[in-house]
């Protein structure tokens, strides 16, 4: 296994370093405290890693079999664009993330999470440079008007609301964001990745392994902490409660699940040879693994209601309680438990968006009902900010037959960069897309 | 029976099977040494599956510097087999795949130490190709 390192050029590297200055305050706190949390560990590194001796043959979709691109200007235009559009997505996630995560870093109430996040946090800066390595390393001119720049000035430039996907427009309330996030979102972080791993533009494919390694250990970062917040919970601690954990699950599972795609699409990118897997058949995949998250949740709780139960016993008694209903002696009730919310459950995007289906699969005939099913099942900080206001504005649209379910999903509005492209301005105002596609401020 | 690297998801059936071979769950214990092997270099660190079911792990990584040690060695720390699945040859198959990706991390040796009050664990490295290496492990009981 080897990689080869790069630096972007000066002017370019200096702008991400800016980037960091004023949205990851906190990074030399973690340089210098490095040591501390993670000794013997590598010290982190703003580069773009390459891996050497990859597979050097397109893997899936029509092309298969044929040598792998190295130049966008050599593929078929409309493959270069989904390639283009990917990168792009892929670098506003990663920007996106530290934006969010930002906001309740300090709340954290152990220092070991804090860390732990604050390093996720430096990885996924070191990632989106990785995308920014790959707009910048090739000619898109093909497939872009934009100048390699000009595309870059426009990802450092995004703010939370104006991110290309749902679920890096929604501002954390509380550290439980930061951490259910990670358990989450990353995971969707890390099908990406992994599907992008096999990508017929083969410094697409390259750039996938080191950030895989480094994805792995960001849920890590989520899913441990809940792991003990669960264990906590069911010794009776008050903070972060079983409650707490099921309503941060039902607020970022569904945006995860959407941020696969359509269920339904997908098809383009397997037949570009782009990933190996349609949106449908990922989802799939990966709310499975979020049931196993949650599952082994629910054993950890089990385990410290009743220690003298060894696993084999706890997942009976887990049994019992999911599929049997049942109350169970020195451990509690159904309901003290969480669960994986529907596939269907509030959604605005993909084959269920719209749709009156509850968090246990339950179906509403009333917006308004389904509206309070909401609000009990989401976390309170939530449902009093600006994204649930947009959501339920638009859903009450479409079940009045104001608005079709297509378009409410375009709709829900966004925060934009209204300034140009001036590199000085900074200013990002509330924006609606109107249904002519033009903007109302 | 597949191999692949161990991750977050494994948690709960590392605690498990570690529960099983020595009576006492430690879910906290195995989420630090988990993590940090996920941390260091996730993909060097395995678990054997049969049927979606985790019935096996091997953690270790690569080093330099241990010791003395300037090349980069393969560390051996720990392996767990489900009581269950013994005698399927799941720990050798979890340590060929392991040598091979320390091979392809620059490593020429593995190393691991074996507490000789447990000969099976010996044996089963010896079986391996493990020979006594010329480094004794010495301790000192600061509490006596």
């Known amino acids: 296994m080897s990689t080869t390192t790069t630096r972007l050029p000066n002017r370019f590297h200096s702008a991400v370093e800016s980037w960091r200055e004023r949205f990851l305050p906190d990074y030399q706190f973690l340089i210098d405290n490095w040591e501390k949390y993670f000794p013997k560990d590598e010290r982190f590194e703003l580069v773009a890693h390459r891996e050497c001796g990859m597979c050097g043959i397109i893997e899936c979709g029509e092309e298969e079999g044929k040598p792998k691109y190295t130049k966008a200007c050599d593929m078929k235009p409309q493959q270069a664009s989904h390639l283009l559009g990917a990168v792009k997505a892929q670098a506003s996630t990663e920007f996106g993330s530290i934006q969010q995560h930002q906001l309740t870093l300090a709340r954290a109430q152990s220092e070991q999470d804090q860390f732990w996040v604050l390093r996720m946090m430096a990885e996924e800066l070191r990632h989106g440079y990785q995308m920014l390595h790959l707009l910048l390393e090739d000619d898109w001119s093909n497939v872009s008007d934009q100048s390699g720049e000009e595309m870059v000035e426009e990802i450092l430039q995004m703010r939370t609301g104006s991110h290309t996907l749902g679920a890096f427009n929604i501002d954390f309330d509380s550290f439980v964001d930061n951490i259910v996030f990670c358990a989450l979102i990353d995971r969707v972080g890390k099908y990406q990745l992994t599907m992008q791993k096999v990508s017929a533009y083969q410094p697409m494919a390259e750039s996938m392994p080191q950030m895989l390694r480094e994805e792995a250990f960001h849920l890590a970062t989520g899913v441990v902490p809940m792991r003990r917040w669960a264990e906590e919970s069911a010794k009776g601690e008050p903070f972060v409660t079983m409650e707490i954990l099921q309503k941060h699950i039902n607020k970022w599972l569904p945006r995860g699940v959407e941020m696969f795609g359509d269920e339904r699409g997908g098809g383009t990118n397997v037949r570009y040879g782009l990933k190996p897997m349609k949106n449908g058949e990922a989802q799939s995949d990966y709310y499975d693994e979020c049931d196993k998250v949650v599952r082994d949740l629910n054993l950890r709780y089990i385990r410290a209601r009743d220690e003298k139960l060894d696993h084999k016993a706890a997942r009976e008694v887990l049994r019992r309680m999911t599929e049997g209903g049942e109350t169970v002696d020195g451990v509690g009730r159904p309901e003290d438990l969480i669960s994986t919310p529907d596939k269907r459950f509030f959604r605005r995007r993909g084959m269920h968006a719209w749709e009156l289906v509850g968090a246990d699969g339950e179906t509403f005939e009333d917006v308004e009902e389904y509206i309070r099913h909401l609000v009990r099942n989401l976390p309170e900080q939530y449902t009093a900010g600006r994204d649930f206001k947009g959501y339920i504005d638009l859903l009450r649209k479409v079940h009045a037959g104001e608005l079709d379910g297509g378009a409410a999903s375009r709709e829900m509005p966004n925060l934009r960069h209204v300034g140009g492209v001036c590199p000085c301005s900074k200013s990002v105002r509330w924006v609606q897309e109107d249904a002519n596609g033009s903007v109302a401020v | ?144």
């Open chain 2, 1 to 144: 029976m597949k191999i692949r690297p161990v991750e977050d998801l494994d948690l709960e059936d590392i605690a498990a099977i570690d529960e099983k071979i020595g009576g006492t769950y430690r879910p906290d214990v195995w989420e630090r040494r988990i993590v940090y092997y996920i941390r260091r270099d996730p993909e060097v660190s395995l678990v054997a599956e049969i049927d979606g079911s985790v019935v096996g792990f091997l953690l270790g990584e690569v080093r330099s510097g241990e010791f003395g040690l300037e090349e980069p060695t393969g560390w051996v720390e720990v392996l767990g087999v489900d009581p269950d699945h013994r005698g399927q040859s799941i720990g050798r198959r979890l340590a060929e795949e392991m040598w091979q990706r320390f091979r392809s991390r620059g490593a020429k040796t593995v190393r691991t130490m074996v507490d000789e009050g447990m000969p099976q664990v010996s044996g089963f490295f010896r079986a391996l190709g493990f020979e006594p290496a010329p480094v004794t492990s010495l301790a000192l009981h600061l509490d006596r």
